[in-house]
């Protein structure tokens, strides 16, 4: 009973380096959502996906980039990353878009970057 | 834009008391609402989801109130234990992909 699943749950970077976020869902959701949540702010949405080969920016997409080779996996990456992006990163899936299905999410993956 | 405030930021109640957890909305063309709970260090487990066309939605010691006319939404926890005790998020779903979330309130239920 997996639901969401991320990968890594911790990282720290340098200022400059690059990684990949992993996303993997096991619902057969099509709908696929990464957010970023800092301190007193709510989820603010980086990027979204409709299905398999197709991605969306959200409301902060600068420095992120994204991919959906696969229907089951979503995957988020930073190619130098920035202080600013430092923050915990939430990945969700739902199973349409407008239903009364609520989004899934995973545990979040805690990214410090120095 | 849609923006979602949830006011308290926190709160501290004694085990057993009501909870009332407020939040507003400043678009109402919205398609549903939904409450989430995060406890520290974790992800979102969804509580209830309101769809635009109801008033309320009721899950064991939990109800929710949607008065989309006015922007506004109430999440009641009845008879409050110290398990309750976490970051409650209120989310507005407009008629796209998106959900715009509130920063959230943060409970304590003390023993």
């Known amino acids: 009973n997996a639901g969401v699943t991320q990968t890594p749950k911790f990282r720290v970077l340098k200022t400059g380096q690059s990684m990949t976020l992993l996303c993997a869902q096991d619902?057969?959701?099509?709908?696929m959502y990464w957010y970023r949540q800092d301190p007193g702010m709510g989820l603010r949405l980086i990027h979204y996906?409709?299905?398999?080969?197709?991605?969306a920016k959200g409301e902060v997409p600068d420095g992120y980039n994204v991919s959906r080779l696969k229907k089951q996996n979503f995957l988020l990456g930073l190619e130098s990353a920035a202080p600013s992006q430092t923050s915990v990163y939430f990945c969700?899936?739902?199973?349409?878009?407008?239903?009364?299905?609520?989004?899934?999410f995973g545990d979040g993956t805690r990214l410090s970057i120095l | 834009k849609q923006e979602v405030t949830q006011i308290p930021a926190a709160l501290s109640v004694p085990e057993g008391e009501n909870l009332v957890l407020n939040c507003s909305f400043t678009?109402?063309?919205?398609?549903?609402l939904q409450w989430f709970r995060q406890d520290p260090g974790k992800g979102l487990t969804s509580l209830l989801l309101?769809?635009?066309?109801?008033r309320e939605q009721t899950s064991g010691r939990l109800n929710a109130s949607l008065d989309k006319s006015s922007g506004r939404s109430t999440l009641y926890i009845a008879a409050s234990q110290p398990g309750d005790s976490a970051t409650y998020l209120c989310?507005?779903?407009?008629?796209?992909?998106?959900?715009?979330f509130g920063a959230g309130t943060t409970v304590t239920v003390r023993a």
């Open positions: 996906s409709v299905g398999e080969g197709t991605t």
């Open positions: 309101i769809q635009s066309s109801q």
């Open positions: 989310a507005v779903r407009p008629n796209d992909y998106k959900l715009s």
């Open positions: 678009d109402s063309a919205i398609y549903n």
């Open positions: 969700a899936s739902s199973l349409q878009r407008i239903s009364n299905q609520p989004q899934h």
């Open positions: 619902m057969n959701h099509e709908y």
